[in-house]
């Protein structure tokens, strides 16, 4: 195989003096890198730390808000509850209130309306017994007339007088 023979060893190790450049060439690059990019790249961590904190902080402000103002929200329906309560207690108090009042006025208008009704009854009957009076007065009258138009004793006349006043006393 002849004319491609290769160094193995040199080709293992590398050559001293290549290595001492690219240490050379590592540690200038460190070292500007340091001085240079360093600084703004630990300024920009530090930045951002400081920024994700503040935001991590206001998240944690915003939440114990929230907490607040769900603790309010609850009392406020929980008051808002109780005063619902006692609203519809009281409109059931003043329904029955109302209710009661209702029959008591339907009672005494039915009571007046019977009590007027008995009046008009009593008030008819009277007018009746009236009427009925008249009607034997004046039957009693007539008779009375007959019999002193057949000129009947003066006895008899007397007697129906009697019996005339007496239905008209009753």
Known sequence: MGSFEIDVATQLFPNPLTIVVQLLATT????VAKKYLFKY???FLIKRQNKMQEVLDDAHNKQKEAEAYLADAKEDLDKARMV???LEVKAKGEAMDMREK????AKNEAD???DRANRQVVAKQKEAEKELKQHIVD???LASQKLLADETK????????KIVEELKNE
Do not use: N, P
């Not at 200038?28 to 070292?31: D, E, G």
């Not at 209702?102 to 006025?105: C, F, N, S, V």
């Not at 003066?154 to 007088?161: G, P, V």
């Open 84 to 86: 619902a309560a006692d």
């Open 139 to 141: 039957v009693a009258l």
């Open 28 to 31: 200038i690059i460190f070292v």
């Open 154 to 161: 003066e006895l008899d006349a007397k007697a129906l007088d």
């Open 112 to 114: 007046l309306i019977i």
């Open 102 to 105: 209702l029959i008591e006025d």
């Open 41 to 43: 790249g630990r300024d």
